[in-house]
């Protein structure tokens, strides 16, 4: 299967800001829906934001007005922006991409499914 590659997780404090990244193969992701989930210890996981081709993009109700995602089309890039960060978005987060969308919706952070691809995971971890 093909695996998409995050990275840019790290250890901060509560207020400080990280950027994730995340290399999107383009074949077959090139002009599909991309996204963002996290899984905290013991909590199911969470969608926490997504983008489709022409920069339409939406959040999770947690991290809105706090997080912002993007994505570079010519590079292949999945990027988020993680301003105001607070012990609760402690959690390993995932990029993620459809090759069965051309653009998001919101099922997209509730419901992935089957023709999603994920990454290995990258660790934030937020302290106070």
């Known amino acids: 299967q093909v695996q998409l590659v995050e990275s840019g997780g790290d250890s901060v404090q509560a207020g400080g800001s990280l950027r994730l990244s995340c290399i999107v193969p383009?074949?077959?992701?090139?002009?599909?829906?991309w996204g963002w989930f996290r899984r905290a210890p013991g909590k199911e996981r969470e969608g926490v934001a997504h983008?489709?081709?022409?920069?339409?993009?939406a959040y999770g109700d947690s991290v809105k007005g706090r997080f912002n995602i993007s994505r570079d089309n010519v590079k292949s890039i999945l990027f988020l922006q993680m301003n105001s960060l607070k012990p609760e978005d402690t959690a390993t987060y995932y990029c993620?991409?459809?090759?069965?969308?051309?653009?998001?919706?919101?099922?997209?952070?509730?419901?992935?499914?089957?023709?999603?691809?994920w990454g290995q995971g990258t660790q934030v971890t937020v302290s106070s």
């Open positions: 993620a991409a459809d090759r069965a969308r051309y653009y998001c919706t919101t099922v997209f952070l509730t419901s992935p499914g089957a023709t999603t691809s």
């Open positions: 383009a074949d077959p992701f090139k002009n599909r829906c």
């Open positions: 983008i489709s081709l022409d920069g339409t993009s």
